[in-house]
Every structure is written in structure tokens, then in C-alpha cells.
């Protein structure tokens, strides 16, 4: 069975861009426009993966990742950032966070499939 990721921007053509590239390599990817809409459509599914942006209006990507990790469902779940963000100390933060691993925008699909088949096995 397909694994499911859940796409977390409040970029539109970002969403297609990384929907597109991770729908091609055979994953099911649902769509989330800011952190709060990804964190109410986390709580109706379990994925296998979560990849979000950090700057977002209503609830940010370390928001985001710190409500998932409090959540028993998501303890193992692994969590990707996909940010313009890539000062240390930002990384540091998604750390912090529970953040599993950080892509940087512009990104390249390749690589970003790469990184999604080696965190969700």
C-alpha cells in the first residue's frame, strides 16, 4: 500500500510542486493550506510522513510539529521541514521541535523523494 504524506504549505504552487513530485514517485499526498488546517487533517488520519513549511499564517511549522508530537499518534511519525529557513539556529529550533529533517526551498524533487524514501522506509 502507498504511503501517505501529508504536505503542509501555504504556497499553493508549492503544493503542486511537491504533490506532483511525490504523487509521480507513488506516495498518496493530502494537501494542507497553513499548520492549523494540517493539524485538524492529522487528527481525522494517521500518515506516514509530514512535511511542512515553517512561516505560515495561523499556525507555523514549529507550531505544527510540537502539537503533532503531543499527539500519541504522531510520537514516531516522521516530520520534515520544507522552508526558505536555513539558519542553524532555526534548524536548531526544529530540532527542538522534533523535526526529523530540513529541505530547503527552492527544493529539488529528486532530492526531496530521496529524503522522503529514506524517513518513511
Same mark, same amino acid.
Given at each position: 500500500? $502507498?504511503k501517505t504524506i501529508l504536505a503542509v504549505d501555504d504556497s499553493g504552487s508549492l503544493r503542486q510542486m511537491v #504533490? &506532483?513530485? *511525490?504523487?509521480? $514517485? ?8 497553513? !499548520? /492549523? =488546517? !494540517? @493539524?485538524?487533517?492529522?487528527?481525522? /488520519? #494517521? &500518515? =506516514? *510522513?509530514? *512535511?511542512?513549511? /515553517?512561516?505560515?499564517?495561523?499556525? =507555523? !511549522?514549529? !507550531?505544527? %510539529?510540537?502539537? @503533532?508530537?503531543? +499527539? ?6 516522521? %516530520? ?9 539556529? +532555526?534548524?536548531a529550533k526544529g530540532r527542538a521541535a522534533g523535526a526529523n529533517g530540513w529541505l530547503v526551498k527552492p527544493f529539488?524533487?529528486?532530492?526531496? %523523494? ?8
Open positions: 500500500m $502507498a #504533490v &506532483f513530485s *511525490l504523487r509521480a $514517485a507513488g506516495y498518496q499526498v493530502s494537501e494542507a493550506v497553513d !499548520g /492549523q =488546517d !494540517g @493539524l485538524e487533517k492529522a487528527r481525522q /488520519q #494517521v &500518515f =506516514d *510522513l509530514v *512535511l511542512t513549511d /515553517q512561516n505560515m499564517p495561523r499556525l =507555523d !511549522g514549529l !507550531g505544527l %510539529i510540537r502539537a @503533532l508530537r503531543a +499527539m500519541s499518534t504522531y510520537q514516531q511519525v516522521p %516530520i520534515l521541514m520544507l522552508t526558505t529557513e536555513s539558519s542553524d539556529e +532555526m534548524k529539488d524533487p529528486q532530492r526531496l %523523494i530521496e529524503v522522503v524514501k529514506k524517513v518513511t522506509g
